[in-house]
């Protein structure tokens, strides 16, 4: 990466120059959005080809002083900007579910030349919020449950597109995990669930060398976080050492000028309403200092000034789109759908037997990519499952029902070879919230949290059920963007493969996998409880929330409950024999390796985990947590020994008697093996 | 598989679509592109057809999908029933030419009824009737319209598969590129060099257009050739005196040896067992089995229907 902290900071000299040789008005006009409301309104709702950031939107720039704007495109699917041409990638909660981080990193380079082409410079679209409860109508915008995986992912996603001399924005910073209560709630935990469950992946994404980070809507302790002295000055850019700006969330993600501005708030996004002239009259009233104006005008500088110094290549619309890019796409679905249960080898499905497909459930024909919030890509196309599967297989006959007359349903299941429930939810069920009323969203969709049931709907429980036991060969397809309940349903069903939104070739990659073209490798980035009272509760709409240490796999673990799919867990279409564990420490690392060998009949691919356990801490801590993991790819009867390693910093716990992350000095439990569940791994210790 | 005769649909130029009101004597086993709504004006029709045959009464409204086979047949009393024959392409999917819709719409049946009930479609299809006669340019819009919201309605309220095809094969279903086949075929079967003319006039290759019939109509080229050679023979052994080797010349047989193979192969009788005694056919070759009714008794019973 070109645009290092290092890189970055030699521009400072240069944008401290610019930042003496501007007014005060112009100062403050580099911190604030140039879109109006009603500029972005009429994007959204007069021109029904246009939508919410068809264009990349700017903020700044000084034309006198050669500062270029900041140019905003949203994502995480892809890049949010124009319609019918950019590459809709799966959405993050299905590439986390891959745990493939150089792929990560290649989809960031994709999206970052893509926005580059878009003539955008910034790319909002590294979001690595820790759903609390899997609840949470935006969990599909991030990578799972579990803090040090999300930093992985992140901070891989924020390399690729920084390596293409883009910004990225790390956001939402922070505790942002609610949706319909976003602009209202305040959270509120203890030091150390705030230090070693919410922040470390956001720490990570710095550390990493992340150069924007977006605050989010909801509050922190009674305090907008977009306003929060303690989370912008003090954490993020004092014992951090952030390098970069912060942007608001958009519109009301700031709602007071000298609270802001004093809170470390660097730009107000996407429109100025509370910055600006309102900005400029608080310094001279002597609310703000003007050094406060300074900061964040050479940050802003600064960093523009670096990546567009570096960005040299012209890059042009050809790539939006591109070949290329939609084969990642494409690799990217097939390496993160994972399958969770396969009774009787039922999957794959043999092409040559499977001669009359039927596909049930009202997903089965849409163009399901996730939601229609700020994070919809348009792309030119999107394959559906049903069109998948009879690509996949031209010559069967594929025959699609959306299932609303069982009586029908079962008569065409009981005719057919193979039948593929497809399942879950749309930006109706989850997504970005707006309003109630369709009518009232921009979005055009309900979306929010779910905050009725973490399961299927009524009708399409009843239709597995019922139609389920008539075939044999029947799988169940769940799109969605974090868990299902699969409980009532799951023994009705012999094949369940969670597809998550899989992006603009999901059909395709669905249908591979059905069919055996391509071995599942996805592994769940969250757990499958047995009960949803298992999780953390949330009460979805209101003002204040509680968040407790625990929460997902630690919380079940923890509390000795068994999960119905633990976290990390996927099937494949071969089999894994691990041995000769072995475990260890160095200076600064500690260390697990394995030997892996493919035991089945397939090219296969694991992902194997490393997780450390604390059962000998004097403090309250996780059972065990992941710190590690690494994809390994292996043809039939191959062996490889697989070495994972992890900072022994990202051991610590946050001491809140020192303030401090210590290193507790006592003996380990570490793991290797191919989910978070006891006899998937094999378990030593170390101790430190 | 039984080879089933085909009928080509003649569309006014007006509109994707045909509509009339026939009494029907009986119409063999066969098949067409269009999706074929009819509705039962007066007694009785039997009809023959997927799931299982029934006996449609005044008041009764059935949906033939496209290329689905069947066969009418009268019953005992006279009937009238009103046809409303829809073009396959008023049925696509703008974004994926790979998909056919296949509508369950019959009121004779219990198991899969349209979730407003079969009463605003029998309502529908009789104004589709009434609004066809007129000739100005109301009923030219009014019709149009019509005609969209009987399918706008079939979408929304009828149950239906899709039939799904692959993207990337080469028998793509191709509506017009299927139609302009079979026409060229129906019109030009007698000539000599009439394939080597298709291939030339539609730009595709003898293989194509091979696996494009077989594959969306599921007859051979040559199939389909004889097909349209003895439909054409049909109505001039029974209504004209022409000698068989005129005929078989006219039709493009050939031979009449050939003439004579075929026939008995494809009817069963050969053409002069045709001509003695035969099946009954109707003097118009273009509607088959359709017989004459009063103008001014459809009418009456359309508006009964509105």
Aim: contains cysteine; charged residues 25%.
């Amino acid at each position: 990466m070109k645009c290092t902290k290092k890189y970055r900071l030699a521009y400072t000299e240069q944008a401290q120059r610019i930042v003496s040789s501007l007014s005060l008005e112009e100062k403050v006009s580099l911190m604030g959005g140039n879109v109006s409301l009603q500029e972005m309104l009429a994007d959204m709702t007069a021109d029904a080809n246009k939508h919410y950031n068809y264009i990349p939107y700017p903020a700044g720039g000084v034309k006198k002083a050669d500062v270029p704007p900041m140019l905003f495109c949203d994502g995480p699917r892809g890049v949010v900007c124009g319609n019918g041409k950019s590459t809709c990638f799966p959405v993050s909660m299905l590439r986390g579910a891959s745990f493939d981080t150089k792929l990560e990193e290649k989809i960031g380079h994709a999206i970052g030349r893509e926005v580059r082409a878009f003539g955008g410079n910034l790319f909002a679209g590294v979001c690595i919020n820790l759903p609390y409860n899997p609840g949470w109508g935006r969990s599909q915008e991030t990578y799972g449950e579990e803090s040090f995986h999300l930093g992985e992912m992140g901070s891989s996603l924020m390399r690729g597109v920084q390596e293409e001399d883009v910004i990225a924005c790390i956001k939402h910073y922070a505790f942002n995990q609610m949706e319909i209560s976003r602009f209202k709630v305040s959270v509120d935990c203890d030091k150390r669930t705030e230090r070693e469950v919410f922040l470390p992946h956001f720490k990570r994404c710095i550390d990493e060398g992340a150069a924007s980070v977006m605050s989010s809507y909801n509050l922190y302790k009674g305090t907008q976080c977009g306003h929060h002295n303690y989370l912008l000055n003090e954490v993020l850019k004092g014992e951090w050492d952030f390098d970069g700006f912060v942007m608001s969330d958009f519109i009301w993600g700031v709602k007071d000028t000298v609270e802001a501005a004093n809170g470390g708030q660097d730009m107000e996004m996407c429109c100025t309403q509370f910055f600006g002239e309102k900005l400029v009259d608080s310094v001279r009233a002597g609310k703000v200092p003007e050094s406060r104006i300074d900061d964040a005008a050479t940050r802003i500088i600064r960093t523009l000034l670096a990546f567009e110094d570096s960005y040299n290549e012209k890059i042009d619309e050809s790539v939006i789109g591109c070949k290329d890019h939609i084969a990642l796409a494409l690799q990217s679905a097939r390496e993160g759908i994972t399958l969770i249960k396969n009774e009787n080898n039922v999957l794959p499905l043999d092409k040559g037997n499977v001669k009359r497909v039927v596909v049930l459930g009202k997903l089965g024909e849409k163009e399901v990519i996730g939601d229609h919030g700020s994070s919809q890509v348009h792309p030119a196309y999107i394959v559906t499952p049903v069109q998948g599967i009879a690509n996949v297989n031209p010559k069967a006959e594929v025959v699609y029902y959306n299932g609303e007359n069982i009586a029908h349903a079962k008569k065409l299941a009981a005719d057919a070879d193979a039948v593929v429930f497809v399942v879950g939810y749309d930006h109706d069920d989850e997504g970005e919230y707006i309003s109630e009323d369709q009518n009232d969203a921009y979005t055009g969709a309900i979306g929010g949290d779910r905050k009725n049931s973490l399961g299927l709907h009524a009708d399409e429980i009843t239709l597995i059920k019922e139609v389920g036991p008539v075939n044999q060969n029947s799988i169940a397809v769940l799109i969605g963007g974090n868990m299902i309940m699969i409980e009532e349903w799951k023994d009705d069903v012999s094949a369940i493969l969670m597809a998550y939104y899989a992006g603009m070739e999901g059909g395709t990659a669905i249908a591979e996998i059905l069919f055996g073209d391509v071995n599942p490798s996805g592994k769940l980035p969250f757990v499958i409880p047995f009960k949803e009272s298992d999780l953390p509760q949330v009460d979805w709409d209101t003002q204040s929330q509680w968040y407790d240490y625990y929460h997902g796999y630690t919380k079940l673990e923890k509390e000795g409950v068994k999960p119905s799919v633990p976290y990390g867990f996927g099937l494949s279409y071969t089999s894994f024999a691990l041995g000769n564990a072995s475990f260890g420490t160095t200076k600064d690392t500690v260390t697990a390796s394995c030997s892996i060998t493919n035991t089945g009949g397939v090219n296969g691919t694991q992902v194997l985990q490393m997780y450390v356990g604390f059962k000998n801490s004097s403090v309250d801590r996780p059972v065990k947590i992941l710190r590690g993991f690494e994809r390994v790819s292996l043809r039939p009867g191959e062996s490889k020994v697989v070495t994972i390693d992890c900072p022994i910093e990202q051991l610590c716990w946050y001491n809140t008697d020192t303030e401090k992350m210590e290193i507790e000095h006592m003996e380990y439990e570490i793991y290797i093996g191919t989910s978070s569940a006891n006899e998937d791994l094999l378990s030593g210790t170390f101790i430190l | 598989m039984r080879s089933y005769i085909f009928e080509a649909i003649e569309h006014g130029k007006k509109y994707p679509a045909k509509v009339f009101v026939t009494s029907i004597e009986h119409s063999s086993f066969h098949w067409h592109y269009e999706y074929e709504l009819i509705l039962v004006l007066k007694g009785t029709l039997s009809v023959n057809a997927s799931p299982k045959p029934a006996v449609l009464q005044a008041g009764d409204i059935i949906l033939f999908n496209s290329k689905a086979i069947h066969e009418l047949q009268r019953t005992q009393e006279d009937n009238l029933c009103l046809f409303i024959q829809m073009n396959q392409c008023l049925f696509s999917d703008f974004k994926d030419m790979n998909k056919t819709y296949h509508f369950y719409l019959n009121s004779k049946t219990d198991d899969l009824q349209p979730k407003n009930g079969y009463r605003s479609f029998i309502q529908l299809a009789a104004n589709i009737g009434i609004e066809f006669q007129r000739s100005d340019i109301v009923g030219y819009y009014r019709m149009k319209s019509l005609l969209y919201e009987l399918i706008a309605d079939l979408f929304e309220y009828v149950p239906y598969e899709i039939h799904q095809k692959a993207a990337t094969s080469k028998e793509n279903e191709n509506p017009v590129l299927l139609m302009r086949i079979i026409e060229f075929i129906q019109e030009n079967f007698m000539k000599d060099n009439m394939l080597d003319e298709l291939y030339k006039e539609i730009g595709v290759s003898e293989k194509t257009v091979y696996r494009f019939l077989k594959c969306n109509v599921g007859v051979s080229t040559k199939e389909l050739i004889t097909a349209c050679k003895i439909e054409a023979a049909k109505p001039l052994l029974k209504f004209s005196d022409k000698s068989i080797n005129f005929i078989a010349d006219k039709c493009g047989f050939g031979s009449e040896n050939t003439f004579y193979r075929v026939f008995k192969k494809e009817v069963g009788v050969t053409p002069n067992e045709y001509r003695q005694n035969g099946t009954t056919l109707e003097k118009n070759p273009d509607v088959k089995g359709y017989l004459s009714f009063s103008q001014k008794e459809a009418a009456e019973l359309l508006n009964k229907y509105i």
